[in-house]
């Protein structure tokens, strides 16, 4: 029972796919511009992800290695134009326009195919499930703090709701990519930061994911031929 709670948890905080696995930055940095969307898509991923993990979970014994990817691909493909055609013909007009071509590009998440060769593959039907849920509820959770953010500082709105109603002009710069951008970085800081409190607090050293400590940047680091003329000047 444990395992299969941990299997459900663990993409919530611990292996969040947009703020630790940093996956499926595309959509969260494209559909965001409301709450409304963040979770719409969310909520999309989050089936796809689900009966995906499930068809292959059954499957994964009777598809032969060299051709599983392609295989995996019409799996999710199909469930994708379940989800799309769903959404065509009961969502608002005006959401489903506004998410537009990515509801098809689920196909190409990295999110989904990732949780089907790595976990999908390997694991029975009901694991699988939770692992499809509680990933993609991780995912939903991210793309609707990113986009009731970028919507509050963009108009003082929540859910198309205004909150602060002396709000009369739009602030630009969280409505546009460099605003998603500066917000899902601030996210990554508040959950870093987070994180290390919580191992100081344990009295253990706290290792951040790979590829997101200073460790694994070469941004700051100087060009090979800077380096040379660096060391030959203080020589």
């Keep these: 029972m444990s395992t299969l709670f941990q299997d459900f948890v663990k993409g919530i905080w611990k292996e969040n796919p947009v703020l630790v696995l940093v996956l499926g930055t595309c959509p969260t940095l494209a559909v965001t511009s409301s709450a409304r969307n963040g979770i719409s898509m969310g909520l999309a991923t989050t089936l796809v992800l689900l009966g995906s993990n499930l068809v292959i979970s059954l499957i994964r014994k009777l598809v032969p290695g060299k051709i599983r990817i392609p295989v995996y691909i019409v799996v999710i493909a199909t469930f994708v134009t ?3 055609l769903l959404m065509q013909a009961y969502a608002p007009q005006e959401l489903y326009l506004a998410l537009g071509i990515f509801i098809p590009l689920i196909v190409v998440n990295c999110i989904v195919l990732g949780r089907a060769e790595a976990f999908a593959s390997k694991h029975g039907p ?3 499930m939770l692992d499809g849920v ?5 995912f939903t959770l991210t793309l609707t703090m990113v986009g009731m953010a970028r919507e509050f500082l963009s108009s003082g709105s929540l859910f198309e709701v205004k909150v602060l109603t002396c709000w009369k002009v739009d602030f630009l710069l969280p409505a546009q990519a460099p605003g998603a951008f500066i917000i899902v970085g601030c996210l990554l800081a508040a ?3 987070w994180n290390r409190h919580r191992a100081v607090k344990r009295g253990e ?3 951040p994911p790979a590829g997101l400590d200073c460790r694994h940047c070469r941004i700051c680091a ?14």
């Design 205 to 207: 050293l706290y290792v």
């Design 126 to 128: 009901l694991r699988s």
């Design 191 to 193: 959950m870093n930061a």
């Design 134 to 138: 509680g990933m993609g509820l991780g």
């Design 82 to 84: 379940v989800v799309d």
């Design 222 to 235: 100087p060009a090979p031929e800077e380096a040379v003329a660096e060391s030959a000047e203080e020589k």
